[in-house]
């Protein structure tokens, strides 16, 4: 469902899912009526986005650190989240599950450490090459499949993550957020030492602050959703609402309220509207980022 707010940018979907499990992306025109940006909340997912050189795409951290061009951003984007600005600028954002995360990135997602950290600094060339076949594309699909191919290749020779650390994010996941890490560790069959270390190192968060974080983004979405913040602490199993008060404040610096009205809340249906007709892209030059 579109939000009615959140047409200062143009959103549009591929037709087709990815070909990489874990992957889902979108692209983004800004039509220049939104100086101030839009607040990015966290997501259980590592975040790209790639500037086709259209205008400049900046992503302010926590602390109003702006960082310009193409960007990766670790799970979460860290305490207080982030702020996605520019003035007529396009770009194709990717969501990265932490299972695939690792091979297509080739770095640890913990080495992003939540912050925002120039997609050159972890491919490369290969960063403006990609952006720059994507930016002389005649249509957004043709962009899309460039940019699945891309990641499909950086997958298919990337390190995958441990089975039994994959049982434990999808165990964190199936159960938003409402697992204890003693009961990860146990079907692990490692320690709860070891299970930390190793959860840690491949998905980029320990199991305790993923778990937190896949249940504030549940219950992120049930706000977005018109819900009842009372009601929504409750079924999402928080205390009380001062605890889920308190998560949203530390995940994003704002209020439930707040949260629930901000125009772009993730990488999600709510940001992405369903609609997959795209407009076909200005042509921009190349981008040297």
Do not use: C
Not at 17 to 28: E, H, K, N
Not at 32 to 56: D, F, I, M, T, Y
Not at 162 to 188: K, S
Request: charged share 25%; hydrophobic share 45%; no cysteine.
């Amino acid at each position: 469902m579109e939000r009615a707010d959140a047409a200062v940018w143009d959103v549009t979907r591929p037709r087709r899912p990815s070909r990489t499990a874990g992957v889902a992306m979108a692209g983004f025109r800004d039509r220049g009526r939104a100086a101030a940006g839009h607040r990015a909340v966290p997501h259980p997912a590592v975040s790209l986005a790639v500037e086709l050189g259209a205008g400049p795409l900046i992503v302010d951290d926590a602390a109003g650190r702006g960082r310009r061009g193409s960007v990766a951003a670790g799970l979460g984007f860290g305490s207080g989240g982030m702020r996605v600005r520019g003035e007529n600028f396009e770009a194709v954002q990717v969501r990265l599950s932490p299972l695939v995360a690792h091979a297509i990135l080739g770095v640890s997602p913990a080495e992003l450490d939540g912050a925002a950290v120039a997609l050159g600094d972890l491919w490369g060339t290969e960063a403006s090459r990609i952006a720059e076949r994507m930016a002389a594309a005649a249509s957004w699909e043709d962009r899309f499949a460039l940019m699945d191919a891309f990641l499909a290749r950086r997958r298919a020779t990337g390190s995958p993550v441990a089975p039994e650390v994959a049982r434990a994010w999808n165990r964190i996941v199936a159960g938003r957020g409402l697992v204890r890490v003693e009961e990860l560790a146990a079907e692990a069959g490692w320690s709860r030492k070891r299970l930390w270390s190793r959860f840690h190192a491949q998905i980029g968060l320990p199991p305790k602050r993923a778990a937190r974080l896949v249940r504030f983004d549940h219950a992120a979405h049930l706000l977005a959703a018109g819900r009842d913040p009372a009601r929504v602490a409750a079924e999402t199993g928080y205390a009380d609402q001062p605890h889920l008060h308190r998560d949203v404040v530390a995940f994003t610096g704002a209020t439930p309220g707040t949260v629930a009205g901000e125009p772009w809340l993730a990488v999600d249906d709510i940001a992405w509207p369903a609609r997959t007709a795209p407009p076909r892209p200005t042509r921009a030059p190349a981008s040297g980022t």
